[in-house]
């Protein structure tokens, strides 16, 4: 049951079937346009999860299976414009609307919200190496942050430096994430190794006057 939905590097034909490999005629990064490092940045994050869901498959339920598999082909494909598969067809059927329910939802919030339900699916997945949200943070990827945050997101997780998500969009000067984290409930208290606060970690007044702001109501 699990094979069908398998976002393996395949795509399905119109009855949207099993999955046969190297149909795929657009690629990622194609779509994304103008080409930035953010971009590729998440493209290549996004082949990662794809590849790494593939030993999930056994623990996803199948609407798991139909959200992963509607969004791995709103990248590599794009907007459903196949045909509806027949009444007799229901798991292509099945298949078909959980794609066609996209409409026109952009490849790169497709890869954000795949990317945040493997991350669901396996919580100690870090592929960068820390938490994902630090990595979003760190890459101004807000949309990607919004996402994970949905999905339950840790968002006081310390990284080996002791560094919140918080320390990264400070650092980075994405005054809007770190606005994002604080009314999501983001700690500006906590302080990394180095004894420092999020609001140390920036030399954007902006920010800072945010983060002491908040910081102020929490003592």
């Avoid at 099945?94 to 919200?113: C, H, I, N, T, V």
Wanted: hydrophobic share 35%.
């Amino acid at each position: 049951m699990a094979s069908p939905f398998l976002p393996a590097g395949a795509a399905t034909g119109d009855s949207g079937g099993e999955l046969s490999s190297g149909d795929d005629s657009v690629d990622v990064e194609s779509l994304q346009s103008p080409e930035t490092e953010a971009s590729r940045s998440l493209t290549e994050l996004f082949e990662k999860a794809a590849a790494h869901f593939r030993g999930l498959v056994q623990g996803a339920s199948r609407e798991q299976l139909l959200y992963l598999y509607a969004r791995y082909k709103q990248v590599k494909v794009g907007n459903c414009n196949t045909p509806k598969p027949s009444f007799l067809d229901f798991e292509g059927k099945q298949k078909w609307e959980a794609w066609k329910a996209l409409g026109d939802s952009s490849p790169s919030r497709a890869m954000q919200e795949y990317i945040a339900v493997v991350k669901k699916l396996d919580p100690s997945w870090n592929p960068q190496g820390r938490a994902l949200l630090h990595w979003a943070c760190d890459r101004g990827h807000k949309e990607l942050v919004t996402v994970l945050l949905q999905h339950r997101a840790d968002i006081n997780c310390q990284d080996n430096e002791g560094q919140t998500a918080l320390h990264y969009a400070a650092a980075c000067e994405f005054l809007d994430i770190v606005e994002l984290l604080l009314q999501s409930g983001a700690d500006p208290t906590l302080r990394d190794q180095d004894g420092c606060l999020p609001e140390e970690a920036t030399g954007c007044r902006a920010v800072t006057l945010m983060l002491q702001q908040y910081t102020t109501g929490k003592a």
